[in-house]
Structures are given as structure tokens and as C-alpha cells.
């Protein structure tokens, strides 16, 4: 009798229990909706060993910089009828601007600068062979740039901005070193600007904040990125900015460029697409270390190349090329460069000459950590007091 009062309470608790359907089950080993190797897993492997030799001692760190979530900075979008109480709130949450806050120290760089030689520097070759070789860049910076961040080893995060009465957002986030490009371009009053790869629209953006340019020219090959730029100005932009004729947005092959309007620029931003490494070790979507993509992937020197020679032959004699990256990669960042500049002297005659960096990224030395000098260029390098980047630049002046 007792036995058969377990076997009832036993089945009343049984039917109280949800079970999966059986055509729902899913055995792991059947499964085939996951990768046995994630393509995160494949880019971490493929940076140690990379990285590994690149870096040194220093991949370490990097590494797990990296693979933590990266700060961000607030640019300040001066088209908002609140920039002013922006500035204010961002300056109430412990947030400082990091150009201005480097004033003080630009204006001491370049006193130091001053005092040295202006003669030009002569270059042996289609490129520099040596550090003496490169053309020193004096640091100047456009005072209508203002981007927030939060100090050294401060983790806080911005709030998501607000719209205005006008339904203007008062600031963009983005990575703070990807305005080093924009900054080091150095865009001056009625300069034409070429933005050759703009999207996500961050940089394009902040070029727009400089108020400087006479024309820009906004190009990104991928219909689907266009979009995305276009989406970044009406949430930020009046239309009547950049909808006259001073602004122009296309969707055309950037390697086309050099052919299509070759010695027209002042000033070219060519920002490459990449392995973007940080997103490759985060984000399985999209990855370009997907094994479906890895013809792209190994092709990427070749059209990073191809995108900056266009920018060379697009801007005209005197002008300013800014090559920039978010990847640690040599092969990606100086090789391309140095391969650059090569084929535009064998092909096209056109002497470039790499630019020293040096002076300007000094005034970020409290913001950034750079990387011990590379060959060609410099690089912002991940770190967890300071988890900005990677992020590289290199300057070139078109000689003739």
C-alpha cells in the first residue's frame, strides 16, 4: 500500500514538470548552427602568433586591453543648440577635453619646434630611408574640435546623447584615438577635403565640426556603409550644412578616385577598411576572420594600397594624405605605406614624402599610449588604463 502512494505522489510530480519536446532537443555534437573554431578564437590566434613577434613584450598587455571593453570619447557636436550645457554636463560627470587640456603643452612643443631648421629635408628614393629623412609636422589643431573623456584608469561610461529642441544630438561616441587622423590632417580655412572611405561617419563627423573646409568630398564604395554615413549627419547635422554644395556624398570605388579627380585636394583622409582587430576578437558577426572570408582578409593589403595611391594621385602637389588604420598590423600599416609610395613614383611620378608625427602625438602622451616608434607612422596601442585603438596614422605631402 505504501509503495503504491509513492508511485502516485511520484507521478503527480512528474506531470507537474515541463518537459522539451523531443523534435526540440539539440545534441551538441549535432549541431551545426556553430562553428567547431569561432572566427574570435581564430583572430586571437592568429594576433598571438602575429602580435606575438610584432610586440614583444608588450603583446601582453595589449592582449588584454583588448580583449576588455574599450573606452570611449564624446565629440562634442558643435551644430547643437545645447552644445554649451553639453560641454558642462560631460565637464559634471569628471570628463575633461582632452585636446584642450593639452594646450598648454602644444604651446611649448611648438616653441621647441620653431627653433629648428625649416629648411626641407631631402628625400633618397620614393621613400624616406630613415627617421632624419621625414619632414617634421608642426602640431597644429582646430579649436572647434572638442571630444570628452574620462581620466586614466576611470571605467565610467557616457550616457547616450540627447537630442536638442531641433532633434540634433549634443555629442557622437567613438573611440577618442580615432580623431587623431582627422586632428593631424590638419584641415585649414577654405581647404577641398576628400573623405575617401568615410563610413561609419565618425571621422566625417568630426571634419565637418572643423567648419574650415571650402568643399568635401564624402565617398564610400559599399551602398549599405553610405547609408550609414548619411544616417550619422541627419542625427547630428542641420541638413543646410551638408546638403549645399560645399558637401558631397558619393558611393564610388575609392581605388577609381585617382583617375576621376587626380591633383584636386588640399586634404585626403584615407581610412582603410581593416581587420579592425578589436571588433574581430569581440564580435563573431561580421568577422573578417570568418572562414568564408579569409580570400578578403588576405587581400586587404592589396586594396589598402590600391586606396592610398588613389589618395596620392587624388590630392594635388603640396597637399596632405592621412593614411590611418585600427589594426596593429605591419603588414596593414608601414608595408602598405612604404608599397604606396612606391608604385605611385614607378607608375605615376609622384613623390611622396612621410611625414614626422612626432611633435603632434606628444601633446596626447597623457591620453594615449603610443608604440615605441614605428618605421613609418604612428601607432596608439590598447591599454587598460588607457583602453583607446589601436588605432595608426601616418601623413604624407605630395611633393609634385
Not at 570628463?95 to 619646434?113: K, N
Amino acid at each position: 500500500m505504501a509503495a503504491r502512494i509513492n508511485t502516485r505522489i511520484l507521478f503527480r510530480n512528474l506531470k507537474s514538470i515541463s518537459l522539451i519536446p523531443r523534435r526540440n532537443r539539440v545534441k551538441t555534437k549535432w549541431a551545426t548552427t556553430q562553428p567547431k573554431f569561432p572566427s574570435t578564437r581564430l583572430a586571437l590566434e592568429n594576433f598571438d602568433v602575429n602580435y606575438g613577434t610584432q610586440l614583444g613584450d608588450l603583446w601582453p598587455s595589449v592582449r588584454v586591453a583588448m580583449l576588455c571593453e574599450r573606452k570611449y570619447g564624446a565629440l562634442v557636436n558643435n551644430f547643437s543648440a545645447a552644445a554649451e550645457e553639453v560641454m558642462e554636463e560631460l565637464q559634471s560627470q569628471g570628463a575633461m577635453d582632452f585636446i584642450c587640456s593639452d594646450v598648454l603643452q602644444r604651446d611649448e612643443v611648438q616653441g621647441t619646434t620653431e627653433e629648428q631648421d625649416d629648411k626641407p629635408l631631402s628625400v633618397n628614393g620614393p621613400f624616406p630611408t630613415s627617421e632624419t629623412e621625414e619632414e617634421t609636422v608642426r602640431p597644429g589643431l582646430s579649436p572647434n574640435i572638442k571630444c570628452f573623456v574620462f581620466p586614466k584608469s576611470d571605467i565610467s561610461r557616457f550616457k547616450p546623447a540627447r537630442p536638442d529642441s531641433n532633434r540634433t544630438l549634443g555629442y557622437y561616441l567613438m573611440d577618442a584615438a580615432s580623431l587623431l587622423p582627422v586632428l593631424a590632417l590638419d584641415v585649414q580655412e577654405g581647404h577641398t577635403v576628400l573623405d575617401l572611405c568615410a563610413a561609419p561617419g565618425g571621422k566625417t563627423l568630426a571634419l565637418l565640426q572643423t567648419q574650415a573646409f571650402g568643399y568635401l568630398a564624402v565617398n564610400d564604395s559599399s551602398v549599405s556603409r553610405k547609408a550609414r554615413v548619411l544616417q550619422v549627419l541627419q542625427n547630428y547635422v542641420p541638413r543646410e550644412y551638408w546638403s549645399d554644395d560645399r558637401v558631397r556624398i558619393t558611393s564610388l570605388d575609392g581605388r577609381k578616385w585617382g583617375e576621376l579627380e587626380s591633383d584636386t585636394f588640399d586634404r585626403v583622409l584615407v581610412d582603410v577598411p581593416c581587420t579592425t582587430d578589436r571588433h574581430s576578437l569581440l564580435e563573431a558577426d561580421n568577422s573578417i576572420f570568418n572562414r568564408s572570408r579569409n580570400k578578403e582578409r588576405q587581400m586587404l593589403p592589396l586594396l589598402q594600397t590600391e586606396l592610398l595611391v588613389a589618395g596620392l594621385q587624388a590630392v594635388q602637389p603640396g597637399g596632405d594624405v592621412l593614411y590611418s588604420t585600427c589594426t596593429l598590423s605591419q603588414l596593414q600599416n608601414e608595408y602598405v605605406v612604404e608599397r604606396a609610395m612606391q608604385v605611385v613614383q614607378e607608375e605615376f611620378g609622384i613623390t611622396a614624402q612621410v611625414q614626422d608625427l612626432g611633435p603632434f602625438t606628444q601633446l596626447f602622451g597623457d591620453t594615449f599610449r603610443f608604440a615605441p616608434k614605428p618605421r613609418f607612422g604612428e601607432l596608439v596601442l590598447p591599454h587598460l588604463t588607457a583602453n583607446f585603438g589601436p588605432i595608426y596614422l601616418c601623413k604624407l605631402r605630395r611633393v609634385h
